[in-house]
């Protein structure tokens, strides 16, 4: 079992900048994939990013250029430094962990881009 905290969500004005985190409750080396997903409602959850195998990262095409992920192995932190923003990446973002036991999620913070 690991338990994911998020933080870092809030209102931003189109053309601006969020750090997202998330912290595992245990190492990160020992969590095969880290990932960033996204949500509105009525949707499904959605991909933004992941880091597998503790390198590869995979970005959907609506983010990519302007969101990047990244992981500090010694703080058990994932992050999602989401620039440009845009009014349709206003969602409720959720970090996922998977290792071989199963599949994790935090509670989710919620991004608002607006002017």
């Known amino acids: 079992q690991v338990q994911l905290v998020e933080s870092g969500g809030g209102l931003v004005q189109p053309g601006g900048s969020l750090r997202l985190s998330c912290t595992a409750s245990r190492s990160i080396f020992s969590i095969y994939a880290m990932g960033w997903y996204r949500q509105i409602p009525g949707k499904q959850r959605e991909l933004v990013a992941r880091?597998?195998?503790?390198?590869?990262?995979t970005y959907d095409d609506s983010v990519k250029g302007r969101f990047t992920m990244s992981t500090d192995n010694a703080k058990n932190t994932v992050y999602l430094q989401m620039n440009s923003l845009k009014s349709e990446d206003t969602a409720v973002y959720y970090c996922?962990?998977?290792?071989?036991?199963?599949?994790?999620w935090g509670q989710g913070t919620q991004v608002t881009v607006s002017s």
């Open positions: 880091i597998s195998s503790g390198s590869i990262t």
């Open positions: 996922e962990g998977q290792d071989l036991a199963g599949r994790y």
